[in-house]
């Protein structure tokens, strides 16, 4: 019995698996408001390439 006591101590003491916990919360929060904000801003931001895709081609036809 006294060396399970001694192994639940060790495991308690333990914070590894706690720390790499955090940083897959964290990773997955961070992946979230990516795809959040493309989803948000990505239509505008594909204007935005548009408008300057056709200032560039024009630019270059008037040359």
């Known amino acids: 019995m006294m060396n399970y006591m001694k ?10 698996g706690v720390t790499a916990m955090e ?3 964290i ?4 992946a979230l408001v990516i ?7 990505g ?4 204007n935005i390439f548009n408008t ?3 200032t560039l081609t024009s630019a270059a ?3």
Do not use: E
């Open 23 to 25: 940083y897959g919360i």
């Open 7 to 16: 192994i639940w101590t060790k495991l308690k003491a333990d914070r590894r």
């Open 35 to 41: 795809v959040a904000g493309l989803t948000v801003g």
């Open 27 to 30: 990773a997955g929060l961070l």
């Open 43 to 46: 239509p505008q931001l594909g």
């Open 61 to 63: 036809n008037a040359s």
């Open 52 to 54: 300057i895709g056709t």
